[in-house]
């Protein structure tokens, strides 16, 4: 079954969406040993195909498997790659921003990737997707070494090399099987936005998305000071940005203004929906937001989605309401623009 991606303004997902029952009950009951990996496994791809049903009902274009088995997106990967030690205790949980607390994974030997961390996920979502591409997502090397302490490497910058080489075959992976979405998510670059940071996550991603020239290598990044990161980030080896907006009342507008990111070529996910409010947008806040972008980036570059992952609003039917919306909107300024559907 083939799908046909709008040419414009696609609409599309971050990644991680309200964790469904069954896959709390599911990590829950696996953490505690108290049902076998097949069981699991089974509702695992239950809770997968609830988070694609309802992506393609409110219409997304390119989805995402709703990150439903991940505990978060640092201690779901240093928990399967060789290097790491995740800890266990009350003292092990740190604050990383807001409410959001993990525990605090530690760097105590050399990094290597054992296999694969989220390939039959991304194949789960991709047998319900009923065509729709399904993207890739994984944690960025600068991110999973910020978001861990240091005990083995000589200095950070090896550390996200390493990384950056051991991620690399996760994505290859996926790659291999079919994906041609690949996003790495660097949610802690916009909160150090310094020259050296910059530059060593620059080849850090070179390494991560070395040889996938035919997919759309997309990052991640929110949090913090985006706007920081201009202009250095337009020589970034990407395709895609994918930014908030809503979340910083669209004052990082200015920056994509300022340093005409429509001339480098790279397309833009546009953040049109509060992951920090449960109230649900209306089709006119998520209309003039499309109107408000397409006066400094050309339709067929702009692909239209909410600011982050939708997991934190925590309430399932919050999240589906605001994504119906966000199409709604879209393809309703996709008509009035004249662009058939
Ligand atoms: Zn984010």
Redesign the pocket.
């Known amino acids: 079954m083939s799908y046909r991606v709008p040419k414009v303004l696609p609409t599309t997902v971050?990644?991680s969406y309200p964790k469904f029952p069954i896959a709390k009950e599911a990590l829950k009951k696996h953490y505690k040993g108290e049902i076998s990996s097949e069981e699991f496994e089974k509702m695992i791809k239950e809770a997968i195909r609830l988070a694609v049903e309802d992506q393609i009902k409110a219409g997304v274009d390119i989805i995402s498997d709703g990150e439903q088995r991940r505990e978060d997106m640092e201690v779901y990967f240093a928990e399967r790659m060789e290097g790491f030690v995740v800890g266990n205790k009350p003292e092990d949980w740190v604050r990383i921003f807001d409410n959001v607390h993990y525990r605090k994974p530690v760097v105590v030997g050399k990094i290597r990737w054992k296999g694969p961390m989220t390939l039959t996920d991304w194949k789960y979502a991709t047998e319900y997707a009923q065509g729709r591409p399904v993207k890739a997502i994984i944690t960025g090397p600068y991110t999973m070494a910020d978001w861990a302490f240091n005990e083995y490497y000589g200095d950070k910058k090896e550390l996200i090399i390493d990384l950056a080489k051991e991620l690399h075959k996760e994505l290859k992976a996926l790659y291999d099987a079919g994906a041609r979405y690949l996003q790495v998510?660097e949610?802690a670059l916009s909160t150090h936005p310094y020259k050296e940071d910059i530059e060593i996550t620059k080849e850090a991603l070179s390494i991560v998305f070395q040889g996938m020239d035919d997919a759309k290598k997309i990052v991640?990044?929110?949090?913090g000071r985006v706007e920081k990161l201009f202009p250095d980030l337009l020589e970034f080896p990407v395709d895609q940005f994918?930014l908030?907006f809503v979340n910083n009342n669209f004052k990082l507008l200015e920056a994509i203004k300022e340093y005409d990111y429509a001339s480098s070529g790279k397309e833009l996910g546009y953040g049109v929906i509060d992951?920090h409010s449960k109230k649900v947008e209306s089709k006119d806040f998520v209309k003039n937001a499309i109107y408000k972008v397409l006066e400094i980036m050309p339709p067929e570059k702009v692909y239209v989605k909410p600011?982050?992952?939708l997991k934190i609003l925590g309430d399932r039917d919050i999240a589906f309401n605001k994504l119906k919306v966000m199409v709604e909107a879209t393809k309703e300024v996709r008509k009035e623009l004249g662009y058939e559907e």
């Open positions: 971050v990644g998510d949610p991640h990044i929110c949090h994918d908030e992951i600011d982050c992952g």
